[in-house]
């Protein structure tokens, strides 16, 4: 586990224990809608596709995308990885069908390729690491992403568009992030900067020319 991982692994793991299986549990704050708002930004990269697929959620926590999914009747087929054994055992009890893994993402030989894989959360807080480490964590984490996913990807990052900024979070500049996405990665990039928590949503696709109409090859 690099260091970065391990300062998130000892907060969020002490933030479920207080607080568990709420969005306070994973540190998102009191407001579930303000949970379910970024669940549905995630979901939408599956948008074009009728249904089916395969999606890993990256730091599942304690399984609330699978509970949105099934709120929301998705058929979509999901595998879930959390680095916090609390909460991947919680994720399990809520949903026995689905699997869990419990693990470092970033340790992971093989990934396995999945339909869409996304990420909500990781790249949110920073805790007592610095910028630097950060933005190096950042681009590991988002090329390994990248290189789970057949279709597409969403990850979400603290906005810099704020008038004030949290010692503890981790906020980076939307239009260099998609350069970098767009340099190392793919063109087929879309943001979403528009809805109301002070952060944005990154969709990394492969060739959605290849995938036919809506950019989806399956459904
Ligand atoms: C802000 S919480 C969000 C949890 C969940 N995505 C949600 O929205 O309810 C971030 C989660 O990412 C997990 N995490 C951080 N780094 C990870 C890694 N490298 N591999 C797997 N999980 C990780 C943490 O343990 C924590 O549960």
Known sequence: MTGVTQLLHDHYRATFLAHGATSQGVDWGPREEAARLRQDVMLAVVDGCRSGGTLLDVGCGYGALADRIVERGLDLDYVGIDV???????????????????????????????DYVVCNGILTQKLAATTLEMN??????IAALFAACRRGVAFNVMTTHVNYQADNLYYRNPAELVAWCMSELTPWVRLDHAYPLWEY????HRDLARQGPGGCGHG
């Open 84 to 114: 916090v054994a609390e909460m991947v055992a919680e994720a399990r009890r809520r949903h026995p069908g689905r699997r869990f893994i419990h693990g470092d993402f970033l340790s992971l030989a093989d990934p396995g390729g999945f």
């Open 136 to 141: 190096a964590h950042a681009r590991r984490l």
């Open 201 to 204: 949503t990154v969709y990394l």
